[in-house]
């Protein structure tokens, strides 16, 4: 399912145009700048999940095997994104062992690394990649648009449970 | 009776006072953001097509997927308990809470929880209870019920809730914004969810080859809800169930959408549980984070509660394709001034709600709020899987006519010569049975009119059948449309390129002859021979009372007289919008697909005929042009747009040369015989007013309608009845 455009976009652009409507920063790196990057857009204190892109690190200055008194403790969670649909500005935080989920949940700042490759153009193309996996290997995840949200108090306010800022950090 | 109507009208007074306004904000901002999203999909259509593809293969194969979800829940290491009612589901529940010795239970919203009222069970059984979506947190602060199934306090609003928060907290600074509300509640419940022992959410869709659920929120909150206890409970209802993970793509297309009018909600959780992910345990900060999940446990416990024997009802079976994204209850006028808590039943609210209800709760509980549509059919287009929530309104209200008690009266008696073997109500019968009305009103022209406008016997009327002493009443014409147009003298045009037959509804026959006049006298000027023969009325009056046994005789009748006439080469021609909607929509129920068909194909809304005649070379200076600069204001039919014929209208002003503006309200809230309605007289006005506004800020030179109940309603509005389209073209005579 395709969404109209003025003039069409590769998925890249399309995504970034996406993801920033919902105030999401967007910061484009390569990887050996990806531990700097992170470094300037986290709030101390701040927990991270090991990152599964080849030569990316974490900044030494996020705990990556953290304590649940450090989740407690932290403002900044750091966790890496599966995949991103162009269409909406979406990315996917698969469920890990490494506790990638409530690191990504509980903090006021939530950062996502995703790399470019990883980017797909629509819904049918992520759930393709979705539905596999989930017969594959019953795993789960969390597909997250923006930051947490509600207007139940009488206006939209960010940052009902979760989040209440998401920062991107783009490898290309 | 009209105690009963008395007091349904005082109740639903109230609840427009106190609620109207904020759910009047929150549900028309909904319903903007809806067109506003779905109009960024190239194929919006084709996506809804889909996704209703997907669920009447689910709901037909339920029975089949209940057991392939149960084997592979089972086999990812959950367990799956079938509930066959409310009751057994509460047992089974509180019997997991009992084995995890738990003290709290933190719930994420869901609709089927508050169906089986789980809370209220647990809470005898010793659990403490907390809701955690924010609005469901402040119902339950508040001590109320959901007024709308997705944003369940809609009808609170900002200054309301914090005012409920400063005297029930009694917070060390006063709460304001919502700003400073919403991190409040984020504080408060996220102390609470630490200390949960169990975690208990819906499900919104299921998918059987994996056992992934989909969660559709925006808080976060059924996130923390699953990630934080080592329980898990989540309580679906069996029509959840779709056959594969890639089936739920389209869903999450529309849901957001439909609903609040998002693209994409915030999150989406894809969870296949038990999930792989650690618990977090904040008891113990030195622990790590990172962990297995091994500890989990996680209990599937899906709802029977009526819905198996509601996939048997032929009728009510749709409901169950409903997503529950709340785009019926949002699009609905009637739902925009009264919210859930009128126009809802013990659970859930808006359109779909009276197959919900009466599939889950029984009739009675639909019964409350049935007559609150109109048939108005705005939400069939809103739906994302277009279920034909009108039709399951006017089946149940059928049913519940059946069950009705009702005193044989001398005055309406008469007046009622309908088909129905048990009662609908005087009130019901009364507008059902309109054609008679309309013959006597006619037949006794002038007279009849000054008769039932005035005062004894509008007051005795108000009593009696429940109409409303401020209505004025129709005006009868003495020459009907068929007698004039028999008695004319008239030339038909010579060669005529095709030959109609303008039906004679009800309401131009008897009523707004005029407008009859005109749709004849311009479609001979467009080249067109015209016969207007007598033809029974097309059964929107019964149909709307739920008397669909009168419905379904008057539309055999109607059949009956113009198949000869189609087989003959004749097109048929509409002027009311809502018997068009009946002929091209109600009538494949009413008839059967093969007559349907035929009738279906060959009738034509005026305009709609007219646009085709004018595409077809026909000469637009025939018809009564614009001169300079004419500004007209236009309101469409519901039923009218609903079939997408509200184009046609314009595209025929703008050859014509008017300069339109069309109004946006939903519906004109007159909607036939409900405005008309003691009960509903203020309920009506509140929806009109919204129109009365739009009208009056276009200021137009001309006030232009379709439908008789919008000429109706925003003469009372105005103090001046519109046109209809067509006299507004119609050469002068």
Known sequence: MSQQTAEPATAFEQFVTEIQRYDVGVTEVTPSEAADAIEGVIEQPAVGTALPFEGVELPDSVESEPTVGDLDAATTGVTAAELAIAEYGSIFLRTDELGSEPVSLFNDLHVAVLHADDIVQDMTAAFEHLGERARADRSSGILATGPSATADMGALVQGAHGPKRVELILIT | MSSQRDSKAEHIRHIMETEGAAVGTNTRGFNAGRYESVAKLSDYDGLKDEARAIKEDAIERLPELIDELTATVEENGGTVYLAEDAADANEYIAEVCAQQEADRLVKSKSMTSEEIEVNEYLEREGVDVVETDLGEWVLQVAEEAPSHIVAPAIHKSRAEIARLFNEYFEPEEELETAEELTMFAREQLGERIKDADVGMTGANFLAADSGTMALVTSEGNARKTVTVPDTQIAVAGVEKIVPTVEDLQPFIELIGRSGTGQDITSYISLLTPPIDGPTVDFDDPGAPVAGDGDDREFHLVLIDNGRLAMREDEDLKETLYCIRCSACSNTCANFQSVGGHAFGGETYSGGIATGWEAGVHGQESAAEFNDLCTGCSRCVEACPVGIDIPWINTVVRDRINDDEEVPMDFLVDGLTP?????????????????????????????????????????????????????????????????????????????????????????????????????????????????????????????????????????????????????????????????????????????????????LSEHSYEIMEYVYGLLENGADVDGLNVADGETTVAYHSHCQQRTMGLEPYTLQVFDRCGYDVETSDAECCGMAGSFGYKEQYYDLSMDVGSNLDSQLREIDADRVVASGTSCTDQIGDLLGEEPSHAVELIAPPE
Not at chain 2, 464 to 469: H, I, K, N
């Open chain 2, 418 to 598: 309908d088909e129905e073997t048990s009662g609908p109500g005087l009130q019901k019968r009364l507008f059902g049975n309109f054609e008679t009305l309309a013959k006597l009103g006619s037949t006794f022209a002038p007279l009849s009119n000054w008769v039932a406008n005035a005062g004894p016997v509008s007051r005795l009327l108000e009593e009696t059948v429940g109409v409303a002493d401020e209505r004025d009443l129709p005006t009868f014409q003495r020459t009907t449309l068929v007698e004039w147009f028999d008695e004319r003298e008239a030339i038909p045009p010579a060669d005529p390129e095709r030959k109609v037959v303008l039906y004679p509804d009800l309401y131009t026959n008897y009523m707004m002859v005029e407008r009859g006049k005109a749709a004849v006298r311009t479609l001979e000027a467009l080249g067109v021979e015209v016969v207007v023969p007598s033809v029974p009325g097309a059964g929107r009056a019964p149909l709307s009372q739920g008397m669909i046994d009168t419905a379904r005789s008057k539309a055999e009748a109607v059949a009956d007289t113009l198949d000869p006439y189609v087989e003959q080469g004749y097109d048929i021609v509409v002027i009311e919008p809502s018997d068009v909607a009946m002929f091209r929509g109600d009538y494949e129920r009413l008839l059967g697909p093969d007559r349907f068909e035929s």
